[in-house]
């Protein structure tokens, strides 16, 4: 049975790829130091699977314990790194915070990485490298447009450190994957989107106001160039997202890589917008969501939707879920986590 290491993997998306790499037969590993998760979840992974992943608690900024851990755990296959921070707006705050944990870490990591006999690795990268791309749907040649925050600024220092590591290291190989918007939870409602403080994000703000959290959601502007006047984005169901990452792993495994850095957009290729997401969140749910219009967001971008072709054809790889689907797990979650 192959070990895979999975960091930050009691978190939202880490969390639904561990639950799909055991349902693909891996021994899982995972590391966690719990700053943005809670232990719980790893409760809720062992009750889908049966299967108890090995978890270690751990602060990947301390490169000692990192060396450690590798020490102890030398047959690792493969690694799919998720730890980082990822709030934008408080990147924009703690830039240094942002720096430290999502690049030191990384440094750390693949060091050991390439001490591995196997050296497989899946980057945990994001749609906002792109910023506002002059066209949709946006392909992986896109050009790279400077970061609006230090968060995304993170993401593609960490894409190049890697490819530059690649470049001298052919024992490496690496893919990135750029995530759209991952939604919803798995249909079990037994894992999800962990709401810890006030969400930053359109998903769970809206099931928290339908849940009676908030009073109301705040649409951030409907002036913007779209067909409703309200920004658009590329919802991917969190299972789909999770089992594209079980993917590409494959494909470094099987040594289907055609080179040893590769980039693949992971998301649906359907780009909706605020409103629609309103809407079928109130057809899922059968309910109306009390929400008004405010003011722009700063920082935000038009418009954002994924070209999948490349991850379609070479990857292997289509999201299944529709909207509608991923809002109606992230209302099941929820209402499970309210006890609704
Ligand atoms: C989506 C749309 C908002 C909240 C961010 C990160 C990205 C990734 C996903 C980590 C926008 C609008 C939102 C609200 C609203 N994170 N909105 N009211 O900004 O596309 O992407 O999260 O990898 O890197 O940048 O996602 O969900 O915050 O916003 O109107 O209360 O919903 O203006 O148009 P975003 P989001």
């Given at each position: 049975m192959k070990k895979i290491l999975v960091t930050g993997g009691l978190g939202f998306i880490g969390s639904h790829t561990v639950v799909e790499l055991q349902n693909e037969g891996f021994e899982v590993v995972i590391i966690d130091d719990l700053s943005n998760s809670s232990i719980e979840v790893l409760d809720g992974i062992t009750s889908i699977t049966g299967a108890k992943p090995i978890f270690e608690k751990l602060d990947l900024k301390h490169e000692s314990s990192v060396i450690d851990f590798f020490k102890k755990h030398h047959t690792i296959s493969g690694v799919i790194h998720f730890a980082a921070s990822k709030a934008v707006g408080e990147s924009v705050e703690k830039p240094l915070l942002y720096y430290e944990n999502n690049l030191n870490t990384l440094i750390y990591l693949l060091k050991e990485v390439l001490l591995l006999p196997a050296s497989n690795f899946i980057f945990s990268s994001s749609c906002t490298v792109y910023g506002q791309a002059e066209e949709m749907p946006i392909t992986e040649n896109a050009p790279i447009q400077p970061a609006e925050s230090p968060y995304g600024n993170t993401k593609q220092i960490g894409e190049e450190i890697i490819r530059d590591t690649c470049k001298v290291n052919t024992n490496l190989n690496a893919i990135a994957l750029r995530y759209f918007n991952p939604i919803g939870a798995h249909s079990s409602a037994k894992i999800g989107e962990l709401p810890i403080g006030?969400?930053?994000?359109?998903v769970p703000y809206i099931t928290q106001t339908a849940a009676g959290l908030r009073e109301s959601l705040s649409v951030f502007g409907n002036d913007y160039q779209t067909p409703d006047g309200t920004c658009i984005r590329d919802y991917i169901h969190v299972v789909d997202l999770a089992k594209a990452h079980v993917v590409a792993l494959q494909r470094l495994l099987e040594q289907k890589n055609t080179s040893n850095y590769e980039t693949f957009n992971v998301g649906t290729g359907v780009g909706s917008s605020v409103l629609e997401v309103i809407k079928s969140f109130e057809k899922v749910s059968g309910q109306s969501l009390n929400y008004k219009f405010a003011a722009r967001r700063e920082g935000d971008i038009t418009s954002a939707y994924a070209h999948t072709e490349k991850a379609n054809k070479i990857l292997g790889w289509k999201a299944k879920s529709s909207l509608d689907e991923a809002m109606k797990s992230a209302w099941d979650w929820e209402k499970h986590i309210r006890n609704l």
């Open positions: 006030v969400p930053q994000n359109l």
